[in-house]
């Protein structure tokens, strides 16, 4: 799957969440602390959109947590399996 299209399905996903919610753009823009047309462009699935703007967007939708969760590696099998290991203070190559 290619960036593009990954930021395409959250973008929707995004867009489909604040419709559920029954917030207006404006009302999701103002939370978050962004313009509507940040917002557009996120739901849109543009990715010249600021990681602050996605994270504040998620926050006032409620899915900060589910998000946090989805990247904990340690929620994964391969996480779990490696955790007793000591973590490489850098990885080189």
């Known amino acids: ?31 978050a602390g962004i313009s509507r047309n940040t917002l557009r ?3 849109k699935g543009e990715l010249g959109v600021g990681f602050e703007a996605f994270l504040n967007v998620a926050r006032v939708l409620g899915l900060s947590e589910q998000l946090e969760a989805a990247f904990d590696p340690y929620e994964t099998d391969f996480g779990r ?13």
Do not use: F, N, Y
């Not at 995004?14 to 823009?29: D, F």
């Not at 399996?81 to 190559?93: C, G, I, W, Y």
């Open 1 to 31: 799957m290619t960036t593009q299209r990954i930021a395409g399905t959250i973008g929707g996903q995004l867009l489909t969440w604040r419709k559920l919610l029954g917030l207006t753009a404006e009302q999701v823009a103002d939370r």
């Open 41 to 43: 462009k996120l739901e």
């Open 81 to 93: 399996a490696r955790a007793e290991q000591k973590l490489p203070q850098r990885v080189r190559r």
